[in-house]
């Protein structure tokens, strides 16, 4: 928006600094009713008009126009740079998002096999066959998998909302 925006300036400033060399005709009209007291009644009509022309300004509006004009593509330029930055942005957070949904569904994975490890290893304690420690270390991986999982779908959702801010919508309601 604020590249069309300085486009949109960029054109008005060239219009602005051709106008000095285009004639400007002026034309003004005046009617007058006079009633005296002899009921004298005249009409008046004026008409005026002029038009001006620069002859002559040593090339400084051509200059001026010139310039003017490289203005506009500079802004064109950079309302193509801005629209292509635009679209990168939303097809890498887009990618963001697919990327990080993979990353749940295998940690999905690991940690059922985590929950299976802690159930393993309390039945292994409960047997004989290992020790408490290696019960907690279960545990503690199990732990450690959750909260990466909870990190992964803050991350998820924190790419989500990046997206929708990107294209200007809901990206569950996009479909």
Known sequence: EIFRYAREQAELAYE???????????????????????YILTHEWQWTGSATWLFFDSFVTDALARSARIGVWVADLNLKNGEETAQVNVRNSYID?????????????????????????????????????????SQTALRNLENQY????????????TLSTLIGADVETVG
Not at 98 to 107: A, D, F, G, P, V
Not at 108 to 129: P, Y
Not at 151 to 161: P, Y
């Open 16 to 38: 602005a600094s051709v106008e000095p060399t285009r004639p400007q005709l002026t034309l003004g009209g005046k009617y007058i009713d006079n009633q005296y007291q002899n």
């Open 97 to 137: 998002v697919k990327n990080t949904e993979r990353q749940i569904q295998y940690l999905k994975v690991s940690l059922d096999q985590a929950r299976r490890n802690v159930d393993v290893e309390r039945l292994r304690f409960q047997n004989g066959l290992v020790q408490l420690t290696d019960v907690f270390d």
């Open 150 to 161: 909870l990190s992964l779908l803050v991350k998820f959702n924190e790419s989500k909302d």
